[in-house]
Structures are given as structure tokens and as C-alpha cells.
Nanobody, 114 residues
Framework: QVQLVESGGGLVQPGGSLRLSCAASGFTFSDYAMKWYRQAAGKEREWVAFITRPGGGTKYADSVKGRFTISRDNAKNAVYLQMNGLKPEDTAVYYC???????WGQGTQVTVSS
């Protein structure tokens, strides 16, 4: 079964950190670049971060650049999003996606609030 499963979300205070994980199964993970997206309540889904297949190249949305870090472990079929310096506007459901496919996870909620 082809699937992505996100985890690691939760409630954190402004300025705090979280590390999201996305576990892949049912397809050849290393064949795909990976992306993280997020969707805040009442807003459209937006792209957050991108990582190439071997993991040597990354890109970030301007809103998270310098605070978030995407990484992957092809041996573990996993992609990660380290989020530091969290702000209330980072509150959203975070999703991982295999680039160029309709393979999406179910999402994990991140809430940044004092």
C-alpha cells in the first residue's frame, strides 16, 4: 500500500521547536524528491520546503527560510522538517508529498500559541 504518514505535530509556544517526520511505504522513496506543505484553517495549501532525491539540494518558502530545515534519510524511507523559531502564523496542518505525484499523507497539526 502506497502511503505517507506524518507525525510529530503538537502544541508549542512561540519561539519553540518541533520536528515533523514523514514515513513512506509502498513505493521507491529514493526515486522521488519530497516536499512539505501546510494548510492553515480557511486558507489554501501552501508549499513550505523541498528536498532533492539524494537530499543534497533544498529550497524553502520565504516565510520559513532560516527557521525550518528539511532533511531525508533514504535508508529509513523518511523525510523530516525541523521547525525552529515557531510563530503563531506557522499554525497549520502540515503534509508531506512525493514530488510530482498524488501521494500525500494525512497531515499532522501544528499549533503555535501561548
Amino acid at each position: 500500500q502506497v502511503q505517507l504518514v506524518e507525525s510529530g505535530g503538537g502544541l508549542v509556544q512561540p519561539g519553540g521547536s518541533l520536528r515533523l517526520s514523514c514515513a513512506a511505504s509502498g513505493f521507491t522513496f529514493s526515486d522521488y524528491a519530497m516536499k512539505w506543505y501546510r494548510q492553515a484553517a480557511g486558507k489554501e495549501r501552501e508549499w513550505v520546503a523541498f528536498i532533492t532525491r539524494p537530499g543534497g539540494g533544498t529550497k524553502y518558502a520565504d516565510s520559513v527560510k532560516g527557521r525550518f530545515t528539511i532533511s531525508r534519510d533514504n535508508a529509513k524511507n523518511a523525510v523530516y522538517l525541523q521547525m525552529n523559531g515557531l510563530k503563531p502564523e506557522d499554525t497549520a496542518v502540515y503534509y508531506c508529498n512525493a514530488d510530482g505525484t498524488i501521494i500525500w499523507g494525512q497531515g499532522t497539526q501544528v499549533t503555535v500559541s501561548s
